[in-house]
């Protein structure tokens, strides 16, 4: 190419190249923007991602900060100052006092900064470069506070994908199930025929009875109205046939092949003498005219052979207390810290006992929302706005989900049958337990540790630690 | 195809582009290596090597920003951003060779593979090696005797005995021993284990200063400081670390002469014009005459600039394409640097966000060096262009650490992913894939 003409494409071809470079940028800092905000959006969902557990306060001088729960990195410093990966800011801390890292193995080592001591359970750290192990429930005597351990990593969690069948996905809101995901450009679908009409939205919300999933089992608790004898219904969500309790475990009393729903007569008649189920006393033109033997064949199968499931075993004592920790003897020594403080892995104490009876439900009513929390308290996801991980309000997360899935009304007849139920039945009070004002939202989903109350929440903390890792309770 | 069939289509179409801006990204900058190429290759006769490279340097783009993390998480961003760069480079120096019988655009598209294997091994090294208590003093010690050995066999360049031939090549040791410093420096740091740390500094720095290579002993000091920072997050000493450096380029400043040059010809390069200040009054030249637009790819006079193929290339890319094109390629750099923090801050162990800290901080700090020395910000040192400068070693090292780099963002994404398996339910993680489609 000549250079007269060269020079004359290359004059032309640097504004081509400066065009090519503007957008090499901006797509590169688009793509930078986008992945930090996916980043940020991934991590709500993931606020244990990360740590490996939380450090609890469970005694302090002053008692301010009991209760108060710290997210464990894997790796980094504990002290007073604010630098510090967990920052304690307690009387006799210094302000970096111990410097701590995760090992898969070995548990949560602690080492001595500075000349610092601290002591973990029974072991005193008291000299530069020895190094304590944390185990779950072990205690961090710090100054004047005591902290305990509350591990998760390492553990498997319960719902996790593997440790039991997945819950079902849930579409979207307005989208049918049997609709091929439109939101996966690689299906490769039927083309769509163009004289087919489009198929009509479901109601809002995809949760009515009458659908598939999301049938509010959960939120309407059969296991409150004992009706051992009352007339199955047809096409009613309100009665799920596997909440009939009596004939699978309990031997029918008269007949034992024959159960209750194949005696004919008395079970749907009027009993005027059974205050307990004023229900099915109504003589409800729905229900009477029901032919109860073809439309239950599961329940003319003869009683299983196999027992009802054991009630899994609340306390694990399989293990041997430690010399150390029984009971000293009345000998006027000072009581050693182990006994002092009683190590809640190995010995349990009088308050658990009497805690444990009084949570002892054996059927725990899961409520979905939390409204009269005063202050919603989730220590494991960082704090942006200088509140030390308290919200004023549920967090955000909870708030999206709510927006999602709730209901907007429950005026619509057509998803909510009850609601052209007898008025009387109303003025007797049945309906209190449906017309809650509640969200049902997350009835298809198992209940999580975050949507149940505060009571709800110990007990099952509790029986989680009694379970898994050797009774004591939570701090 | 009815309108409600395109109009799906459509959305299925604006889904995944949406979903796939690496390949958005990594189109346009094949498409601006062919067409450079090929107008090079055209330049006076048909060059069958430009037409080669025209075809060869994006399908290497293509294999190690798209092909190569099918087989890693990696940071494909950080990936195109690099070839990007690097392949820059071997334009800038294909471009120049034309009329001086060199070959320096052939060697360096070699030395960009070589790049891309180094790369490999910094991935493979950071992701699988979990035990360091033992090969941290090896390579403590190996980088020690790498960086010592110019003074026993070593050649002088420009002032600095920082070379050594081996069969016929010149290897620059200090430039692999920052694979090193970042490791070492990370190890020892995270560990507080300072009397390791310090002694490793010092010698480095010992090493250097004998060598009289200042440039790579700031590089050198700054890195190690800026980590320590990071760790620590004290700024006392780190406060005290900075008056040490200041005090310790007075005490070079006095004692070594052809640093009072650079100094002199920084302060008025057009005093020392036929001397010291050569260099520095050509590179404003050359940049003043690019404009903004620049005087087009293959034109110009970027051979006048001494060593205009290492320290003073930004000043032929702002010549040939513009100070435009130079400020966008220093906002890619700025992108880099942040996506390294963004990595090193994603970290979950101290000893991988150090050693993201470290490397990040390493290049940032050698890019403001060199260009704040071809702007006139600061003195000029010897110190090379991250990516784009003529040289194995540096091309080596720097891909290097952008391996390293990408093993930690591996390791990131793997323990990320193994919470998002493990900690979320389905339902949740139908929602999370929504939210990518946002």
């Not at chain 1, 008291?126 to 072990?138: C, K, Q």
């Not at chain 1, 009088?350 to 899961?366: G, L, S």
């Not at chain 2, 990594?26 to 601006?32: H, K, Q």
């Not at chain 2, 702002?318 to 801050?345: D, K, N, P, W």
């Amino acid at each position: 190419m000549p250079a007269e003409i060269y020079e004359i494409v290359a004059l032309a071809a640097r504004f081509w190249f400066l065009f090519l470079m503007v957008m090499i940028v901006w797509r590169s800092y688009r793509w930078y923007a986008r992945e930090r905000r996916l980043r940020k959006k991934r991590m709500k969902y993931l606020p244990d991602a990360g740590y490996i557990g939380e450090l609890v306060v469970v005694q302090s001088a002053n008692g301010r900060d009991v209760g108060k729960a710290v997210s464990v990195p894997f790796e980094g410093t504990l002290g007073r100052a604010r630098s510090n990966d967990l920052c304690i800011p307690a009387e006799g801390v210094d302000a970096r006092h111990l410097h701590f890292r995760y090992d898969e193995k070995r548990g949560l080592a602690l080492r001595p900064l500075h000349g610092n001591v601290f002591s973990v359970d029974d072991l005193d750290a008291d000299r530069a470069g020895v190094e304590l192990y944390m185990l779950h429930g072990s205690r961090l005597y710090l100054g004047d506070c005591v902290l305990r351990l509350r591990m998760f990593a390492g553990y498997e969690v319960t719902f996790a994908p593997g440790c039991m069948p997945p819950p079902r996905r849930t579409p979207p809101c307005g989208m049918r199930e049997d609709e091929p995901d439109a939101l996966d450009p690689d299906s490769e679908d039927e083309p769509m025929d163009e004289q087919q009409t489009p198929p009509e939205a479901r109601p809002y919300p995809p949760y009515s009875p009458e659908h598939a999933y999301g049938v509010p089992q959960a939120v309407q608790p059969m296991y409150q109205q004992p009706a051992p004898n009352y007339a199955p219904r047809q096409a009613t969500p309100m009665q799920p046939v596997y909440q009939q309790p009596a004939p699978v475990y309990a031997p029918p009393q008269a007949a034992p092949m024959q159960p209750v729903y194949q005696q004919p007569a008395p079970v749907y008649a009027p009993q005027p003498a059974a205050p307990m189920q004023p229900v099915y006393q109504q003589p409800a033109p729905n229900y009477a005219p029901q032919q109860p033997a073809p439309v239950q064949p599961m329940y003319q199968q003869p009683a299983p052979a196999y027992a009802p499931p054991a009630q899994p075993a609340y306390r694990q004592e399989t293990y041997e207390r430690p010399a150390e920790l029984l009971p000293a003897e009345d000998t006027g020594a000072e009581p050693t810290a182990a006994q002092w403080y009683g190590d809640r892995r190995w010995q349990s104490s009088r308050e658990d006992e009497a805690y444990r009876e009084a949570y002892a439900n054996p059927e725990p009513v899961f409520h979905p929302l939390v409204e009269e929390e005063e202050e919603f308290f989730h220590p494991l996801v960082e704090d942006d706005d200088g509140t030390d991980g308290r919200w004023d309000e549920e967090p955000p997360r909870q708030q999206g989900r709510r927006q999602r899935y709730a209901p907007p009304s429950t005026a619509d007849e057509e998803d909510w049958p009850f609601l052209s139920w007898p008025e009387e039945w109303r003025a007797q009070g049945l309906y209190d337990d449906l017309e809650q004002d509640e969200d049902q939202t997350d009835a298809a989903m198992p209940p999580r540790s975050a949507y149940v109350g505060r009571d709800e929440s110990e007990w099952a903390r509790k029986r989680f630690w009694d379970k898994y890792f050797g009774g004591g309770g939570a701090p | 195809m009815s309108r409600k069939r395109f109009q799906r289509r459509t959305e299925e179409e604006r889904i995944r582009r949406r979903r796939q801006p690496d390949r958005r990204l990594v189109s346009v900058v094949m498409l601006f290596f062919c067409s450079a190429f090929l107008l090079i290759s055209f330049k006076e006769q048909v060059d069958l090597t430009g037409l080669a490279l025209a075809f060869v340097v994006p399908a290497l783009i293509y294999v190690s920003s798209l092909w190569l993390p099918r087989f890693f998480p990696a940071d494909k961003l950080l990936l195109a951003i690099v070839n990007f760069l690097c392949a820059l480079g071997v334009l800038i120096l294909y471009s120049t060779d034309g009329g001086e019988g060199t070959n320096r655009g052939m060697q360096q598209a070699m030395y960009y593979g070589l790049g891309i294997i180094a790369m490999l091994m910094g991935i493979f090294l950071v992701r699988y090696v979990r035990r360091w208590r033992v090969l941290i003093w090896i390579v403590a010690v190996g980088a020690l005797g790498l960086i010592a050995l110019p003074l026993a066999i070593g050649t002088e360049i420009n002032g600095a005995t920082n070379w050594i031939n081996i069969g016929g090549t010149s290897l620059q040791p200090s430039e692999v021993v920052k694979l090193a410093l970042v490791l070492v420096t990370a190890y020892f740091v995270s560990r507080r284990q300072w009397i390791p740390w310090f002694l490793f500094g010092l010698a480095c720095m010992g090493v250097l200063m004998l060598q009289r290579d200042l440039g790579t002993a700031l590089v050198y000091y700054a890195t190690a400081l800026m980590v320590f920072y990071a760790n620590t997050g004290s700024l006392t000493l780190t406060g005290l670390g900075l008056v040490g450096a200041a005090g310790a380029a007075v005490v070079g400043y006095m004692e070594f002469s052809h640093v009072k040059r650079r100094v002199a010809a920084w302060q008025n390069p057009w005093m020392h014009y036929e001397t010291a200040g050569y260099q520095i009054a050509q590179v404003l030249m050359a940049i003043a005459s690019g404009g903004l637009f620049g005087v087009g790819l293959g034109l110009g006079a970027p051979r006048v600039i001494p060593v205009y193929f290492t320290d003073c290339i930004f000043a032929v890319i702002c010549e040939q394409f513009g100070v435009l094109f130079g400020i966008l390629t220093l906002i890619l750099y700025v992108i880099l640097i942040l996506r390294g923090i963004s990595i090193a801050t994603g970290a979950r162990r101290s000893f991988h966000a150090l050693v993201a800290m470290g490397a990040t901080a390493l290049i940032g700090i050698q890019t403001f060096i060199i260009i704040g020395g071809v702007l006139k910000l600061i003195p000029l040192t010897g110190v090379t262009m991250p990516f784009v400068s003529y040289g194995g070693t540096s091309m080596v090292s720097c891909m290097g650490l952008i391996g390293l780099l990408q093993g930690v963002d591996c390791v990131n994404r793997d323990e990320l992913n193994y919470d998002y398996e493990i900690s979320s339910t389905a339902a949740e993680q139908a929602e999370m894939d929504l939210a990518d489609i946002d």
